[in-house]
């Protein structure tokens, strides 16, 4: 590259510039800190369809495929999800009042996570036989416990209530320290 | 034989999610935008390619050369800011005017980019396509709607005219 050609390429990016601003994405998700991690969380018309402790690139690119490519970081889009997860998280709310779509999830996942308020209660167990059963399941705990290991809306549906026949918590997608937390929370609250 | 589904899942366009484009081009983009259109209306430039490229992006037939992609519609929303703001003249032979470009006082380098400004409008566009905005000559063509080996000629013909102007010479 010549001299000039170069100086035509330095040209650099002032410092006062800044991304552009853009509507309402058909999917806008914002990354919020919590006290078990950072949850990346994202709505599509008006519903919830991701509360997950996945990765941002992983997650956005999943729902590019399935909702639209129009994914945007939007927080504000955000707020009430996230007021409503500070307060459960403080121990203020017991329930979730949001419009969830799981369609994230397989018609299996959905299954077993749709009705997930229903078979468990705030503040209590239940094991992944007893849901299995509830799901008319009853040999099939095995494969609702790998659905509810793939809950795209963690903590908004409690699969974090549902663990093993011994009492052990077994597993969590943000990890049994981030289950133990949501458990100890509901016990006290 | 049954053939499985497969194959039309992977015929499908896979685009990234729209945020992943913002946070890899958006400097590139205003970069392009403030070179072709100056400091002020260049962040209105951008702004407006963004507002296109959001808009035309779900129907968008191929995941391939997005980056190309949108400094192209950068340059299609100079072109336009361009045209519009330019005075009507009845003389096909009048003097290209730079109405719009870098405000080359508040750049570095400011005889260079008052030089590209005053280059005629393809060549000019050609040459900020082709170092600003990092194209190769297939990138710089399909934005100016035109072949590789204009692309080739038009940045050609820009060096030598700034060549020219500023007193350097190729080594």
Redesign the interface.
């Known amino acids: 590259m010549?001299?000039?050609?170069s100086?035509?390429?330095?040209?650099?990016?002032?410092a006062n510039?800044?991304?552009?601003?853009?509507?309402t994405?058909?999917?806008a998700?914002a990354l919020h800190d919590t006290p078990i991690g950072t949850l990346l969380l994202a709505v599509a018309g008006g519903r919830v369809v991701a509360s997950s402790f996945g990765d941002e690139?992983t997650l956005?690119?999943r729902?590019?495929?399935a909702i639209?490519?129009?994914?945007?970081?939007q927080p504000g889009a955000l707020d009430d999800v996230r007021r409503q997860l500070d307060e459960y998280l403080d121990g203020r709310r017991h329930s979730f009042d949001l419009q969830v779509d799981l369609t994230l999830a397989s018609p299996f996942q959905r299954l077993v996570l749709s009705d997930l308020p229903l078979h468990t209660s705030y503040g209590h167990t239940t094991t992944y036989g007893q849901l299995a059963g509830e799901i008319h399941k009853p040999k099939a705990a095995r494969a609702v416990g790998t659905a509810l290991g793939a809950n795209p809306l963690c903590v908004v549906l409690p699969c974090h209530r549902v663990i093993g026949a011994n009492g052990n918590l077994t597993g969590y997608a943000g990890g049994l320290e981030a289950k133990r937390f949501l458990l100890n929370l509901e016990s006290k609250s | 034989m049954v053939r499985s589904t497969g194959v039309m899942v992977s015929e499908q366009v896979q685009l990234p999610p729209f945020q992943a484009l913002i946070d890899e081009h958006w400097r590139d983009v205003i970069r392009l935008a403030r070179a072709l259109a100056g400091a002020v209306d260049g962040d209105d430039v951008a702004q407006r390619a963004w507002e296109k490229a959001f808009a035309a992006y779900p129907a968008l037939k191929s995941a391939r050369n997005l980056r190309s992609w949108l400094l192209t519609i950068t340059a299609r929303c100079a072109t336009d800011l361009h045209r519009a703001r330019k005075p009507q003249t009845p003389l096909d032979d009048a003097p290209p005017i730079a109405v719009t470009g870098p405000d080359a006082d508040d750049w570095p380098d400011p005889d260079l980019w008052r030089a590209v400004n005053e280059l005629p409008e393809r060549q000019r566009l050609a040459v900020t396509l082709k170092y600003v905005g990092d194209l190769d000559h297939h990138g710089v063509a399909a934005a100016l709607d035109t072949t590789p080996a204009a692309s080739r000629r038009l940045v050609s013909d820009a060096l030598t005219t700034l060549r020219d102007k500023l007193g350097v010479h190729h080594v």
């Open positions: 010549s001299d000039l050609e100086r035509l390429s330095r040209l650099a990016v002032p510039a800044r991304p552009p601003v853009l509507p994405a058909d999917v998700y690139e956005t690119t729902l590019a495929r639209s490519p129009r994914v945007l970081r």
